[in-house]
């Protein structure tokens, strides 16, 4: 069975310096990974998706993706207080078929 | 283009009543999916839809717990007798077809147990 964790758990940053975010995954099959926002009380956000190693830029956010290490990261350039959420790490098999396997989240707090 | 809309936002219930959750995906979107999001257990699936045929419950606790697709419009999760570990934010989403397709997410609707 899948697993899929995040970290780390929370993280703060300066508004406008780099912020990083990790993710493992357990099922070296998974091809399908992507990057979702939530706001307090709201629903997912997609940010980025990535099926194959290498990097996806999507704005100021960019995925890199390693299925030889079972990591995939997510990087947003010149954080914003705006972008203070959870982000949630969600990751999918051919042989989990269409569901997807969330990590545990991150909670980003960007400061003024 | 509305999104995917949920319904009740909020919904409180008596231990032991039933809680009926609806879920009206995007129009065109053939694919369905339930997840349940707690602090504790974070956002794990629980079934799958499409063209409204259940296709994967594998997330779905065996008793208790049922959804439904009766139309392409609407879905709908059913909890008959909740209890207080019910309470979660249940969410909904639809895409365009099944497999790797992106899913869009609904607000959610926030079930309490009292």
């Known amino acids: 069975q899948q697993k899929v964790q995040q970290s780390p758990e929370s993280l703060t940053v300066s508004e406008g310096a780099m912020a990083s975010l990790n993710c493992t995954f357990s099922?070296?099959?998974?091809?399908?990974f992507r990057w979702y926002r939530q706001h307090s009380a709201k629903g997912l956000e997609v940010l980025v998706s990535i099926f194959s190693d290498g990097e996806k830029e999507e704005g100021r956010f960019t995925a890199h993706l390693n299925r030889a290490n079972l990591h995939v990261s997510l990087h947003i350039r010149e954080p914003q207080p705006s972008d203070s959420a959870v982000y949630l790490c969600?990751?999918?098999?051919?042989?989990?078929?269409?569901?997807?396997?969330f990590g545990g989240g991150t909670r980003l707090t960007v400061r003024p | 283009n509305a999104g995917v809309i949920q319904t009740p936002r909020h919904k409180v219930t008596g231990k032991g009543q039933e809680a009926t959750l609806w879920c009206e995906p995007i129009s065109g979107h053939s694919a369905v999916f339930w997840y349940r999001q707690t602090i504790v257990q974070g956002l794990e699936f629980l079934t799958y839809f499409r063209n409204q045929a259940p296709i994967d419950d594998s997330g779905m606790p065996k008793e208790r717990f049922s959804a439904q697709m009766p139309n392409q419009s609407h879905s709908t999760l059913k909890i008959q007798s909740t209890q207080p570990q019910d309470s979660a934010v249940y969410l909904c989403?639809?895409?365009?077809?099944?497999?790797?397709?992106?899913?869009?997410f609904g607000p959610g609707t926030r079930l309490t147990v009292l």
């Open positions: 969600a990751v999918s098999s051919n042989n989990a078929g269409a569901k997807l396997t």
């Open positions: 099922d070296g099959t998974s091809n399908n």
């Open positions: 989403a639809s895409s365009l077809a099944g497999g790797g397709a992106e899913q869009f």
